[in-house]
């Protein structure tokens, strides 16, 4: 299993701002993800973050708006630009085990767009 | 994009009783796993059903798997107020490595 920490848990920001999310592995992942979860909502994925390369973003998202690094093979960040309240969100990193072909979640980024 | 449709979409129940989630999905797939979510808190991992298992068990907990309906249930056995929450099944594509949401059964249970 893997154990995937995200900061912030939560944050309050104002609209216009930006934000990023940073997520950090236990251990050497070759695949991690980013979800969206809007209030009342399943959960969305974002996109695939590669490591060395460009994210790989689902319909409905693009870089400018939610641009993302790999640096490593245990990191990862997105950024929420330019917010509005409708970006008002749980935002959570997920890791894919390749080996037992299983999905884990990080706890997740509460964002209240104000 | 979600993969799956959960039914029903909002279930009530007295504690003591069962409690069934179904979920359907589209695509051919490697596994289906099952997650809790209390209100505004983190994911819980309950179960995974792989494509060729039809049937497993944990705790209280039984998931059924169909592949050729495409298609999963959650049972849960004597239903506790703590069981209340949302429930989501999420389908790896065969082949791929992304995990996709259903839209989730929210479970009340009432004491």
């Known amino acids: 299993s893997a154990v995937i920490s995200q900061k912030p848990s939560r944050d309050i920001c104002q609209r216009g701002t930006s934000l990023t999310i940073q997520c950090q592995v236990d251990s050497q992942v070759t695949m991690m993800f980013w979800y969206r979860q809007q209030p009342g909502q399943s959960l969305t994925l974002i996109a695939t973050a590669n490591q060395g390369s460009e994210a790989t973003y689902e319909s409905g998202f693009v870089i400018d708006k939610f641009p993302i690094s790999r640096p490593n093979l245990t990191f990862s960040t997105l950024t929420v630009s330019n917010m509005s309240p409708e970006d008002s969100s749980i935002y959570l990193c997920?890791?894919?085990?390749?080996?037992?072909?299983?999905?884990?979640f990080g706890q997740g980024t509460r964002l209240t767009v104000v | 994009s979600q993969q799956g449709e959960e039914d029903p979409q909002a279930l009530s129940i007295q504690e003591g009783e069962n409690a069934t989630m179904n979920c359907s999905y589209k695509?051919?797939?490697?596994?289906l796993q099952w997650y809790r979510q209390n209100s505004g808190r983190g994911l819980v991992h309950l179960i995974l059903i792989r494509s060729n298992e039809r049937e497993k068990h944990s705790g209280r907990l039984r998931v059924t798997l169909d592949t050729s309906k495409k298609s999963s249930s959650l049972l849960i056995t004597a239903s506790r107020a703590a069981d209340t929450a949302s429930y989501f099944c999420?389908?790896?594509?065969?082949?791929?490595?992304?995990?996709?949401f259903g839209a989730g059964t929210r479970l009340f249970v009432k004491a």
């Open positions: 999420a389908t790896g594509s065969s082949g791929g490595f992304k995990t996709i």
């Open positions: 997920s890791v894919f085990d390749v080996m037992n072909t299983e999905a884990f």
């Open positions: 695509t051919s797939i490697n596994n």
